[in-house]
């Protein structure tokens, strides 16, 4: 089981990005799928989170402004941000659980996370 994020870069205020993660390993999907963001001295915090039926979870802070989608075909879990704001610097993760998750943005809740991708806003 692999997760692989890319899109990660740096971008003034204000401005977008969108991030992609590409599952592999096993022929079934997810059942719930997140983005987390850690910062350097914080804590990893989550982003989004979308479930099997799409239903969606978002924290405060980007609501409005973070989307998260996910192509089952490809099984591909993307994350749009716009209006970007310093406090988006962070590393960027993928995560994936098989099972049932009670707390999308909980990454205890996660069994299986990507290696990152950077983003810096300034």
């Known amino acids: 089981v692999q997760l692989v994020e890319s899109g990660g870069g740096s971008v003034q205020a204000g401005g977008s990005l969108r991030l992609t993660c590409a599952a592999s390993?096993?022929?079934?999907?997810?059942?719930?799928m997140g983005w987390f963001r850690q910062a350097p001295g914080r804590e990893r915090e989550g982003v989004a989170a979308?479930?099997?039926?799409?239903?969606?979870t978002y924290a405060d802070s980007v609501k409005g402004r973070y989307a998260i989608s996910k192509d089952n075909d490809k099984k591909i879990l993307s994350l749009q941000m716009n209006s970007l704001t310093p406090e988006g610097t962070a590393m960027y993760y993928c995560?994936?659980?098989?099972?049932?998750?009670?707390?999308?943005?909980?990454?205890?809740?996660?069994?299986?996370w990507g290696q990152g991708t950077q983003v810096t806003v300034s």
């Open positions: 979308i479930d099997s039926h799409g239903t969606t």
């Open positions: 995560a994936g659980n098989y099972g049932t998750i009670y707390l999308p943005l909980r990454r205890a809740e996660y069994g299986y």
């Open positions: 390993g096993r022929t079934d999907s997810y059942n719930v």
